[in-house]
């Protein structure tokens, strides 16, 4: 069983259950599938992340998989050549047999090429124990920085969701803007012939034409303004997405971390009732999973448009 991600805009396969297992097992580690699954996990990322103090650890990863993977095309080359092994010792033998046996007799090259590949097993694994204990590091980290890796991150979503609002509206303004010029310049070609009125259909997306409406899977036309009102759905969903799996864990999270309640006075006061604590989280839970089905409808709602 597998996850998968979209990073810099490819799929990208993550917490692959059997392949940890088979790395681990060709490594020689112990097929842990709990430990397998935290440490491919640990290696996530969902980028270039933007605080300094972490760089570190992603140059020691790079460093550590630059290295693995220069070791994992030598053992590749040596076992290679442990599959010619045979045929290649049988013909430095028949060389040696047809020269009259002068010189020592030639040895196999097994052992000295199967020591190599031992060596090389023996380095992969302590560069997978390092890669691990690496991310490992960078976990505790996080875990200690949390909060105001969190506060900076969310400082950082505000941002872009300010520009991309910006950006929708400096859009909107500058189609209103070239279209009131294109319907100037057709006013001055043809003015004042009846066709100066007779204008092109400026709401609809591409003026109706199958290259603009193909692009988005419909034959139907469609108004710009449900694009644009579609987009700005979008912007707003985006500033606080999670995923269904995601609320689910919050809404766990909190309901295992029980909160003291205070008077004004700084007192303690009654706790919180559990079975309120347990209809807030099912109803973060459904309140996740609506907002991933109006998306999905509204989607659909434009194909079929």
Do not use: C
Not at 188 to 211: I, M, N, T, V
């Amino acid at each position: 069983m597998a996850d998968a991600i979209i990073q810099d805009g490819l799929k990208v396969r993550v917490n692959d259950q059997n392949e940890q297992l088979e790395r681990m097992r060709g490594l020689g580690l112990t097929g842990d599938l709990v430990a397998a699954e935290a440490a491919s996990w640990r290696r996530f990322l969902p980028g270039k992340l933007p605080w300094t103090e972490l760089h570190r650890f992603e140059r020691e990863v790079e460093r550590l998989e630059a290295r693995r993977r220069k070791l994992q095309a030598e053992a590749e080359e040596l076992n290679a050549r442990l599959r010619d092994a045979p045929s290649e010792d049988a013909q430095a033998l028949a060389n040696w047999e047809r020269s009259g046996r002068r010189g020592p007799q030639p040895e196999s090259s097994r052992p000295q090429i199967e020591a190599g590949i031992e060596r090389l097993q023996q380095a992969l694994r302590a560069l997978h124990l390092a890669v691990d204990d690496t991310t490992a590091e960078r976990a505790e980290f996080i875990a200690k920085n949390r909060g105001r890796l969190q506060t900076e991150a969310r400082e950082v979503v505000e941002k872009e969701h300010s520009r991309a609002v910006a950006a929708l509206d400096e859009f909107e303004a500058a189609r209103a803007a070239l279209v009131e010029a294109r319907r100037l310049e057709l006013w001055a070609h043809f003015y004042p012939r009846p066709e100066a009125g007779q204008d092109p259909r400026w709401q609809l997306l591409g003026g109706g034409l199958s290259r603009a409406l193909e692009k988005l899977g419909i034959t139907n036309f469609i108004a710009l303004e449900q694009i644009i009102t579609a987009l700005r759905e979008d912007v707003e969903w985006l500033p606080d997405a999670l995923s269904t799996d995601q609320a689910a864990a919050l809404a766990d999270k909190q309901e295992a971390a029980p909160a003291e309640l205070t008077d004004d006075r700084g007192l303690a006061v009654e706790s919180r009732d559990p079975e309120r604590d347990r209809a807030i989280n099912a109803d973060l839970r459904l309140r996740a999973q609506l907002t991933s089905d109006r998306r999905r409808g509204a989607i659909e709602r434009l194909k079929r448009a």
